[in-house]
Every structure is written in C-alpha cells, then in structure tokens.
C-alpha cells in the first residue's frame, strides 16, 4: 500500500515531492516549514514557526491514518541555534509524554530568509 498527501504546494509538482507518504505501517513527512498561501507565518518567531509546522505534520498524519503518539523520530532544522530552546518548547508542547528520539541541527540557511525552522518526523503504525 502506497498513500501520499499533498499540500497544494507550488513546489510540489516542480521539484517532485508530497508532503507525507505512508508505505505499509510507516509514514514519512517531508521537510516542513511555515509556509501558508505563499507567506511565512510567523516571522522571526521560532517558537511560533514551530507550532505552525507541528499542526501542519499532524495534519497529513491523521490524513494518512495515524496521530502524533506514532512519531518514533522528529529532525529539526534550524537557522539560528543559538534559539533553539524556542523551538524545543513547542516541540515538548506537542510531543511532551510521546518523547520521540529527536535531533537538531543549524542549517545556513532554509529556502525563504525568513524561514527559521523546518521538521520532518517519521512515524510508525502498530
């Protein structure tokens, strides 16, 4: 079985992606940012950038049959590390009793200047 989810990203069709895809009981979603209708949300807010992108991934898992306590993994990639406990704070409001394996890293830089933060997760189904 092979399910994907699209966004109705401009990108979607030019670089050749979905948002998230589910093959058998695991689902991957992509590198996701802050991106609504063309436009950053939340600017120079990692924190809210952050809870942006989380409702968005949660969105294409209930899309592809599973919830957030199926994440097993999140990647996070952020511009300016140096705000990283911004971005962790959101992160633990979403998946505080879930605690998936996490990790961080700063980037140079993201597509849009005013991006500050970009997720992927994997997620497992029993």
């Given at each position: 079985?092979?399910?994907?989810?699209?966004?109705?990203?401009?990108?979607?069709?030019?670089?050749?992606?979905c948002r998230a895809i589910r093959v058998g009981n695991i689902i991957e979603v992509a590198g996701t940012t802050a991106?609504?209708?063309?436009e950053v949300v939340g600017v120079d807010s990692p924190y809210e950038q952050t809870r942006f992108v989380l409702q968005t991934i949660e969105q294409a898992l209930k899309e592809l049959g599973?919830?957030?306590?199926?994440v097993t993994r999140?990647?996070?990639?952020?511009?300016?590390?140096?705000?990283?406990?911004?971005?962790?704070?959101a992160?633990?409001?979403?998946?505080?009793?879930i605690q998936?394996?996490?990790?961080m890293v700063e980037v140079k830089a993201l597509i849009n200047p005013l991006l500050l933060v970009e997720i992927e997760v994997?997620?497992?189904?029993?």
């Open positions: 079985m092979r399910k994907q989810v699209f966004t109705g990203s401009p990108w979607e069709p030019v670089v050749g992606y991106m609504k209708d063309g599973a919830e957030l306590s199926n999140t990647r996070m990639f952020v511009t300016d590390i140096s705000r990283w406990e911004e971005v962790g704070k992160h633990g409001e979403f998946f505080g009793s998936p394996v996490a990790t994997q997620a497992v189904l029993d």
